[in-house]
């Protein structure tokens, strides 16, 4: 997979002015194609980004670009905290809020393929694939660590809690309210992730 952003000459690192550039169109990307919808535009994005048509174009060439850009700034957002709560006190709760958090990242990435307006191709779905995959990595090691203090049963595999959890998110149609009835849902779910005994069973 080729790079995301601006091609870079071998051994030499970006200018600190064009990386700023480059995360600023990142965040400003996240916040508006995030959102998906008619407004979601690229001259919408450098706009917000208070940047040039233009400069958008220097460092994403397409828009697909662009928007895995985003999705793998929030996947690296993810991995990172997931290594922040592995230091958390109760294992399944620090499991619950990364979960959480995995619903947001669901939310951007319906909003970045919805603002493509067309089917993703194959390619695309791999790019999407092998961005994910220190997701499982980050999962497994929450899990890990949470059935080793004993708060989240050990006949459960990071594989099933993925899969429920995405199974959830895309059930439901993104209407207003549909990241707070499914983070109802998944609340249920976690709970019922510790041992019987833990559960008074």
Known sequence: MGEFGTMQIAGRKPRSDAQRNRERLVAAAKEILGQGGPEASLEAVARRAGLGIGT???HFATRESLFLAVYASEVAQ???TATELESAGDGLEALRAWIHGMVGLVETKR???GALSVAMTEEARAQYSEVSAPLI???ERLVARAQADGSVRADVT???IMSTVFALCYARQPDPGWKVQVL???DIFVD????PMARGG
Not at 192 to 195: A, F, I, K, T, V
């Open 78 to 80: 993810a991995t990172e």
């Open 137 to 139: 990595v980050a999962m």
């Open 192 to 195: 019922g992730l510790r041992p």
């Open 111 to 113: 909003g970045l393929i």
């Open 184 to 186: 109802r849902i998944i």
């Open 158 to 160: 990071t594989q099933e």
């Open 56 to 58: 958008l174009y220097r």
